[in-house]
T-cell receptor, first 112, second 116 residues
Framework: DSGVTQTPKHLITATGQRVTLRCSPR?????VYWYQQSLDQGLQFLIQ???????AKGNILERFSAQQFPDLHSELNLSSLELGDSALYFC???????????FGSGTRLTVV | AQKVTQAQTEISVVEKEDVTLDCVYE???????LFWYKQPPSGELVFLIR??????QNEISGRYSWNFQKSTSSFNFTITASQVVDSAVYFC?????????????FGQGTELSVKP
């Protein structure tokens, strides 16, 4: 157990639907990162939060949004899902910026 | 611009062979970190090593060794006497300490297949 908890582990949903992926960071870590791993794009950085505030943004679609709550857990919301959104979504946390990353085991999203 | 290139998409070796996975990076930052991760078929990302830009010492951990050369912007990973359990996708990644919040930039990965 890495200390970073992602739920659910697997998710199957239909096109056009909306889903929420949850990440609980390792105890004491203030920074949360979201990554998407798809077959054609590889591992891509989506977005980062640090102590509740958005810190950096990658190639995140407008249909996707995220937030970090006061208890530091984070949620990634994916809406109007398309087949191409099928991917493995990882959350990682770190105590500060850029060091000590710990990855969760990922959420595998399948859009049918 | 930040970029990580793993030119080898797939490598296949026979057990007990040595294998080197190449990683070349680009960054304008003087302070950065380089990482290697292993992704076995189960899908999780397993941390292998982190190296900061001021430490060019090579590192050895059991059958694993890493060669960091700033002059060629490379951070290569060698597995000695490979085993079937080493079969996985290996990712090299870069993090710039003070830019972009420290996000990781991953290479495309190298799929290593070790055959018995």
């Amino acid at each position: 157990d890495s200390g970073v908890t992602q739920t659910p582990k697997h998710l199957i949903t239909a096109t056009g639907q909306r889903v929420t992926l949850r990440c609980s960071p390792r105890s004491g870590d203030l920074s949360v990162y979201w990554y998407q791993q798809s077959l054609d794009q590889g591992l891509q950085f989506l977005i980062q939060y640090y102590n509740g505030e958005e810190r950096a943004k990658g190639n995140i679609l407008e249909r996707f949004s995220a937030q970090q709550f006061p208890d530091l857990h984070s949620e990634l919301n994916l809406s109007s899902l398309e087949l191409g959104d099928s991917a493995l979504y990882f959350c990682a946390s770190s105590p500060s910026l850029g060091v000590g990353y710990t990855f969760g085991s990922g959420t595998r999203l399948t859009v049918v | 611009a930040q970029k990580v290139t793993q030119a080898q998409t797939e490598i296949s070796v026979v057990e007990k062979e040595d294998v080197t996975l190449d990683c070349v990076y680009e960054t304008r930052d003087t302070t950065y970190y380089l990482f290697w991760y292993k992704q076995p078929p189960s899908g999780e990302l397993v941390f292998l090593i982190r190296r900061n830009s001021f430490d060019e010492q090579n590192e050895i951990s059991g059958r694993y060794s890493w060669n960091f050369q700033k002059s060629t912007s490379s951070f290569n990973f060698t597995i000695t006497a490979s085993q079937v359990v080493d079969s996985a996708v290996y990712f090299c990644a870069l993090s710039e300490r003070y830019n972009q919040g420290g996000k990781l930039i991953f290479g495309q990965g190298t799929e290593l297949s070790v055959k018995p």
